[in-house]
């Protein structure tokens, strides 16, 4: 941690502190000068023989005792020092007084807005849940969700299940646990949905605070120049299109750095590639800075604007209505493929509900877990024209070279089952709800000495392909 960063660390913590807690600091500071002609009241070999013992009060008291009075000196050097010097950019190697100065009063405002947009998305739990990983599942009441502040759904509660696609025969049972905070064995009640909390250092993690919980745009492969978004995909054109479906391989590829994802899905795709893209996608990613870690999590998204200012992941704002108490969108999924070794794959659908228009979202073997209302949409409202299915990364070119970050397994396609990542039994409604295979399936790498793709198709996968790529490399600089 440069300077920067520490001096920023130290005063957001003073900051942050409440009024009480401050108070009882300079309290000790001022105590600690008022006794130090006394001489040391206690030493630490005294503590130790201590037989009695203390509460949290008693040891506050005693530690403060020991401070130095020269901390508060140092807190106020540092705050004038933050004030008046800028922060030094290892990234640019010179500091930027104009762009770069650390202000207080612009962290605080910052903090506040985060603090109020927390209070909107985090919604009260009637339980709440402690995950392996770090994660907190709250359990919210359905009608409280973050869909029902959409002022369309106010008052509303989640629709019932509409009938599925014609040919497809789910059991509608969840017969493993797949994600890593059910493994406990604690679920949400029924009534309730589980959501992932987000945390203050979520929000801080973002590039933007008004991007947070968005995609940027070039999301969706349409040249190879998509603002260092590259592309492995398969995708069928030309039709009128009511649903997707798609089995995926489950990795945890490498992650070069914060600002960089990995991801695989499928994308329902309407409008043309200009300012009204519609899109409704789902699938897996690897996002440390949604995340704050490699683990790889399920996840959805949309968009009606080309990513601009409609859509989120997840739940993060009003859209997705979720129906489901056991699946928590955003939460780890466990446990992934292994190369040579064990392959784990989640089944995904997306289709149109031919009654009410909404798109509605199946994991697995039939579990509903939720729906995106149609009024959401402009061209979605009717079909999509476009299925995509494949992975994406994030080439950000650290130190000007090609990322490392993985593609799927992080091994190229023709390495083949067990080594490299799939899609298999790819399928789409048509416009009779009815689920059939894929015709004209064309597949498209943008740099395929980076990260490659492979079409295929036989009885038992239908179509399928495998992709993926290690990204920089001796082909791929």
């Known amino acids: 941690m440069g300077w920067g960063g520490f001096l920023r660390l130290v005063i957001l913590s003073w900051i942050w502190m409440d009024t009480n807690t401050r108070n009882k600091w300079c309290y000790c500071f001022d105590h600690r000068r008022r006794q130090h002609q006394c001489g040391q009241q206690q030493t630490y070999t005294d503590l130790a023989k201590e037989k009695k013992p203390r509460n949290f009060s008693n040891m ?3 530690w403060c005792s020991e401070i130095s009075p020269i901390i508060s000196i140092f807190l ?12 030094y950019s290892s990234e640019t190697g010179h500091s930027n007084a104009t762009n770069q100065t650390f202000r207080p009063e612009d962290e605080l405002k910052k903090l506040k807005m985060i603090r109020e947009h927390l209070n909107k998305i985090n919604k009260p739990a009637a339980k709440t849940i402690q995950s392996p990983d770090g994660d907190l599942i709250d359990c919210v009441l359905s009608h409280r969700q973050p869909a029902f502040d959409h002022p369309q759904l106010k008052g ?10 014609k040919g497809h025969n789910p059991t ?9 905070w059910s493994m406990s064995g604690e679920s949400c009640p029924e009534g309730t949905i589980p959501i992932r909390r987000t945390t203050e250092q979520d929000m801080l993690r973002a590039s933007s605070f008004r991007r947070f919980g968005r995609k940027l745009g070039g999301h969706v492969r349409r040249d190879t120049n998509s603002d260092g978004h590259e592309h492995a995909v398969g995708y069928v054109t030309g039709d009128q299109y009511y649903g997707a479906k798609a089995s995926i391989n489950v990795w945890a590829p490498t992650v070069s750095n914060q600002y960089e994802f990995s991801l695989s899905q499928m994308w329902v795709i309407s409008g043309s590639f200009g300012d009204d893209l519609n899109t409704i996608e789902a699938g897996w990613q690897v996002s440390p800075e949604l995340y704050g870690d490699n683990y790889p999590r399920f ?10 200012a409609t859509g989120c992941y997840n739940l993060l704002c009003s859209g997705f209505v979720q129906t489901n108490n056991r699946i928590a969108i955003g939460a780890a999924i466990s446990p992934t493929s292994s190369y040579n070794g064990g392959q784990f794959d989640i089944s995904l659908l997306v289709w149109k509900d031919p009654k009410h228009g909404n798109w509605w979202l199946e994991f697995g073997n039939g579990v509903l877990v939720g729906y995106w209302p ?3 949409f402009t061209h979605l409202t009717d079909h999509a024209s476009m299925i995509q299915f494949g992975g994406e990364i994030v ?10 970050t993985q593609m799927g397994s992080g091994h ?13 039994n790819l399928q789409v409604v048509d416009w009779d709800n009815n689920l059939i295979p894929l015709t004209n399936l064309k597949v498209l790498a943008d740099h395929p000495n980076c990260y490659d793709i492979q079409g295929g198709i036989n009885r038992v996968w239908g179509n399928y392909f495998y992709y993926g790529g290690p990204g920089r490399n001796v082909r791929c600089p």
């Open 412 to 424: 190229f396609a023709g390495e083949g089952f067990g080594k490299a990542s799939y899609f298999r």
């Open 374 to 376: 149609s009024f959401l």
């Open 156 to 165: 509303q509660k989640p629709l019932e299940p509409p009938d599925r696609p």
């Open 299 to 308: 996840f959805t998204y949309w968009t009606t604007d080309a990513y601009q």
């Open 395 to 404: 080439n950000s070119r650290p130190s000007g070279f090609h990322t490392s």
């Open 76 to 87: 106020c050097f540092l705050l004038v020092f933050s004030l008046i010097c800028p922060v």
């Open 172 to 180: 509608g049972m969840v017969t493993e646990n797949f994600q890593l």
């Open 60 to 62: 506050a008291s005693i």
